[in-house]
């Protein structure tokens, strides 16, 4: 069986590594593996999620959904020390990953626990965040959007980061059905951050 990283497998070679990168203001540590997407380095969609996004003020806990080994919610969770961060993602490597990753930098305003999108969610955010899985397939990615709506509180946002070629404007078409708006914050390399709003 083919190991990927948007599924639970465990049997994967481990080969850790650290890596060290400066998203925000603050420079972090992030022990990556095999396993796991974008071992090597921080990936392009990731910084432009990470940049491109705005933390309100009002914001008391954010989702970020697929986390791998964390580098998206870490990141904010450093920055906006006021608000709590939620990070889940199928990868059980991915989700020990990312707890050594908070610890590693000090965070203690974030939980990290596995879920399979929002199967073990039991509470609603004022943000949530996705760099979506997507080699798991379009499926997954419209399940993440189509759920979403139901764990935003009102006036809660959602973001997303995908690729042209890998289908944004079919994510843009499905937060405008789901959500009746969707913005395009900004386009990097091929890249478009997307928002909705819940109203």
């Known amino acids: 069986m083919t190991n990927h990283y948007y599924n639970n497998n465990l049997d994967t070679k481990s080969e850790e590594r650290t890596l060290e990168f400066q998203l925000l203001t603050e420079r972090l540590k992030f022990i990556t593996d095999n396993g796991v997407f974008s071992k090597k380095t921080i990936d392009y969609g990731t910084r432009v999620l990470v940049k491109g996004c705005t933390m309100e003020s009002w914001y008391k806990n954010v989702l ?58 039991n509470t609603s955010y004022d943000c949530i965040l996705t760099n979506p899985p997507i080699r798991a397939g379009k499926r997954v990615v419209h399940q993440i959007l189509e759920e979403s709506i139901d764990y935003l509180n009102n006036k809660g946002s959602i973001y997303i980061i995908i690729q042209k070629k890998q289908g944004a404007a079919s994510a843009m078409d499905k937060l405008n059905q789901i959500y009746g708006n969707c913005e395009i914050i900004c386009r990097d390399k091929g890249y478009y951050l997307l928002k909705s709003v819940k109203k």
């Open 64 to 121: 970020d959904i697929g986390c791998g080994y964390g580098p998206i919610g870490i990141s904010l969770a450093k920055e906006f020390s006021d608000i709590h961060f939620d990070l889940i993602d199928i990868n059980l490597r991915a989700i020990n990953l990312a707890r050594r990753n908070a610890k590693l930098n000090n965070l203690k305003n974030i939980s990290i626990f596995e879920s399979n999108i929002f199967k073990m969610i």
